[in-house]
């Protein structure tokens, strides 16, 4: 569903702010597939994510998703193959926005646009149905605008509209970050949810190494733009975060660097 071959990223090059970002990054993921990426500060986790989606080019490589090189597609027609949710609550929904507009947007992505806007009756049913699954009562406030929620309400919204159409490849970002533990255990029990419902790959970015761990069947470990660790199936599931440290630092040479992920163990 996703084959990643030798990806390449610099910044500022020639300067002396330069940084590689991504060292000849090589990853295939299957369908279905459900991998958690971890990484120090400055790994490439983020800069991998953002290729993905088209937020920046490659200097060398390719992406392709489900037999298609999207390599060079810009940010914008690459999303019909893209559902993603991001670190910033606020960045996946539109605030001044009712619940039922921002999903109508979501649902129609992709479609050719008219001057029919009106939500009609099913549609506003379809909505109230699927918020159901969110278990926070927002299937009885589809007239409220998306800016008054709670960060944990808009996160899950944001999740749920990602998956609305079900995505070739859904990209979370660090999407539990900015929320508080038991909120983010919410949204991450909504992450398994939908990605197992609805048969979907996902590449989730976290800082939280025991989340990498205990969701998704395969994890890879990056380190100054490289895939260093790459595990799955039964060995992944005995996994420790003891472990993960002190295999990253047998492999880089290096003690972790991220203080998150560390108070997070």
Do not use: C
Request: proline share 2%; no cysteine; glycine share 10%.
């Amino acid at each position: 569903m996703l084959e990643i071959k030798n990806l390449y990223k610099t910044f500022n090059a020639g300067t002396v702010n330069e940084k590689k970002a991504l060292n000849g990054v090589n990853l295939t993921l299957e369908d279905g597939d459900f991998v958690t990426v971890i990484g120090g500060n400055g790994a490439g986790k983020s800069t991998l994510l953002n290729m993905v989606a088209g937020v920046y080019t490659p200097d060398e490589g390719s992406i392709v998703i489900d037999g298609i090189d999207i390599t060079h597609l810009p940010e914008h027609k690459r999303a019909k193959y893209l559902g993603r949710v991001f670190q910033d609550p606020s960045m996946g929904t539109a605030s001044d926005m009712w619940i039922e507009e921002n999903m109508a947007l979501s649902a129609r992505r992709g479609k050719k646009r008219g001057l029919r806007w009106a939500i009609s009756r099913k549609e506003r049913e379809e909505y109230r149905e699927k918020l159901t699954q969110l278990g926070l009562g927002l299937e009885n406030r589809l007239t409220t605008k998306v800016g008054l929620l709670s960060g944990g309400q808009r996160q899950a919204l944001t999740l749920l509209m990602a998956t609305q159409k079900t995505p070739k490849l859904l990209l979370l970002d660090e999407h539990t970050a900015a929320l508080d533990p038991k909120t983010a255990a919410t949204v991450l029990e909504l992450s398994d949810k939908f990605i197992a419902e609805g048969k979907l790959t996902a590449l989730m970015v976290t800082h939280n190494m025991n989340d990498a761990i205990v969701h998704g069947n395969r994890l890879i470990m990056m380190n100054d733009g490289q895939i260093i660790l790459d595990i799955k199936g039964e060995e992944k599931k005995n996994l420790t975060v003891e472990y993960l440290l002190e295999t990253f630092s047998k492999i880089s040479g290096t003690q972790f660097a991220n203080d998150r992920a560390l108070l997070s163990k």
